[in-house]
């Protein structure tokens, strides 16, 4: 499921932690592939295996180039050290 996208989000339509998160990548012109976790057939399971990976909340959960990266505090540490646009960017998610 993140192995072909750049940037891959999973959420739950009903988290506002999870829509910040996508509003940020949608401010900076990024296009994630959203998998909202409490709409989609196995949902759950996904769910719990994003557990198993550490993500606790488990969302968002947040895959940028086919790797992990974390959750909204994972991410917005990143935006702070100015390294989530140069991450977008080597994964193709990004171009300016």
């Given amino acids: 499921m993140v192995a072909e996208k750049p940037v891959v989000i999973f959420s739950k ?3 506002c932690i999870s829509h910040t998160i996508r509003s940020l990548f949608s401010d900076f012109g990024v296009n994630p592939t959203v998998y909202e976790l409490d709409e989609i057939p196995g949902g759950r399971e ?3 295996a994003l557990s198993r990976l550490g993500c606790n909340p ?6 940028i180039g086919g790797e992990f990266v974390g959750g909204a505090n994972e991410i917005m540490s990143l935006h702070l050290k100015r390294s ?4 977008l960017k080597r994964a193709g998610a990004l171009w300016l």
């Fill in 13 to 15: 339509s009903s988290c």
């Fill in 46 to 48: 996904v769910e719990q």
């Fill in 58 to 63: 488990s969302v968002p959960a947040v895959f």
């Fill in 84 to 87: 989530l646009k140069p991450m």
